[in-house]
């Protein structure tokens, strides 16, 4: 990259889409580095005995709710979840939005796993097995969407390994149901419909608009000079016919990563078997690459999609669904969790960078 200005960018960034969120980009030499979170040791093995969620030990789970297929060895199966919500907290659990709230009464918490394949990780599986996944999202999200009107927000997440919060090290990730919407999703619905109001545009498309296409220019705040500018379409990872995965200008983790459709759309329930399909292949190929540039990575994702209930039926316009990949690379500093500014020693542009021009191999 022939960008001078991306050696030791020290600035703080504002959430583009909620400007409540900022981020401290610091790479400049002598900064010291943050204390790295430990890389978790690979377990490849198929099949484990003593697993609740490996094939044979069905019975070692709560009774199923369901599993697709529904003839002969399962693929994948929703189980609810053991011990659910506050039971199964660890400290380090990112999903302590109105927590309280959500187990008085008619929170619901599921558990699916995603692979009778015990040690298998995404990247590792099938594209029309990561597809059919999505598409039992789906199906469950609107089953408990419909069971209960009070239910404002089905939030569906992935934990993988101890540092992201997963206590069961074969693949699955959860289904959350709640009565309220997650304080992130709502200040995202919140700023985009604000956006949408004053520009008539939604900021999600507006901002994967940019990174395909336009350069952006930094100004100086008190002065209105230009500071530097940057050439956006470097913050792609991977591109789909009908997605895209953006290392975004202000993120919060050095290698945080959003998949968006490219096309608008705000509820994920509204995705199409093809884009469940282009889904996958990107997903997939986004996970390679991380796997290959940070290996053995902890991470986090969530689904953020349009929550239901009629205070957001006006959202359809402003809200754009998105899934977002939040690698624990770096154990959070008592300024950051003080502050809730959190740090970045990776610049968003060299973390894009080395991400998209690393070799994966060609995926079956
Ligand atoms: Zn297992
Ligand atoms: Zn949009
Ligand atoms: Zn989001």
Same mark, same amino acid.
């Given at each position: ?95 302590? /939005? ?58 569906? /997440? ?207």
């Amino acid at each position: 990259m022939s960008d001078e200005s991306n050696k030791g960018v020290r600035e703080i960034r504002i959430n583009p889409i909620v400007p409540t969120e900022s981020v401290l980009v610091a790479t400049a030499r002598g900064m010291r580095p943050k204390k790295a979170e430990e890389r978790i040791e690979r377990d490849t093995r198929t099949h484990v005995d003593t697993c609740p969620f490996c094939r044979g030990n069905e019975d070692r789970t709560p009774p199923e709710i369901t599993r697709w297929p529904e003839q002969g060895d399962w693929e994948m199966r929703i189980v609810p979840n053991l011990y659910p919500v506050l039971g199964d907290d660890s400290p380090s659990s990112h999903i302590a /939005f109105g927590l309280q709230q959500v187990i008085d009464g008619y929170g619901r918490h599921e558990v699916i796993i995603d692979h009778p394949d015990h040690g298998i990780i995404l990247h590792e599986m099938r594209e029309d097995h990561l597809s059919t996944l999505f598409a039992l999202f789906q199906r469950r999200m609107a089953e408990l969407y419909a069971s209960d009107r009070r239910l404002k927000y089905v939030l569906v /997440f992935k934990n993988f390994g101890p540092a992201a919060g997963a206590s069961i090290p074969h693949t699955h990730s959860q289904i959350i149901a709640m009565p309220v919407v997650p304080e992130n999703v709502q200040n995202e619905v919140t700023h985009s419909r604000e956006h949408h109001r004053k520009f008539g545009q939604c900021i999600f498309c507006s901002l994967i608009d940019e990174a395909l296409t336009f350069e952006a220019t930094i100004y100086e705040r008190e002065t209105g000079q230009v500071r530097r500018k940057i050439h956006v379409g470097q913050y792609v990872i991977e591109r789909g016919e009908r997605f895209v995965a953006i290392k975004p200008f202000a993120s919060r983790f050095e290698w945080e990563i959003h998949i968006l459709p490219l096309a608008h759309e705000a509820d994920f329930l509204q995705a199409s078997q093809e884009d469940l399909a282009d889904f996958a292949r990107v997903l997939r190929r986004t996970m390679a690459r991380l796997d290959k540039v940070v290996g053995g990575v902890q991470f986090n994702f969530f689904l953020h999609s349009v929550p239901h209930g009629e205070d957001y039926e006006n959202c359809g316009d402003s809200y754009h669904w998105h899934l977002e990949i939040c690698p624990r690379t770096s154990i959070p500093t008592g300024f950051e969790l003080g502050s809730g500014l959190f740090v970045s020693t990776v610049s968003p542009e060299d973390a894009a960078e080395a991400l998209r021009q690393v070799e994966i191999d060609e995926l079956p």
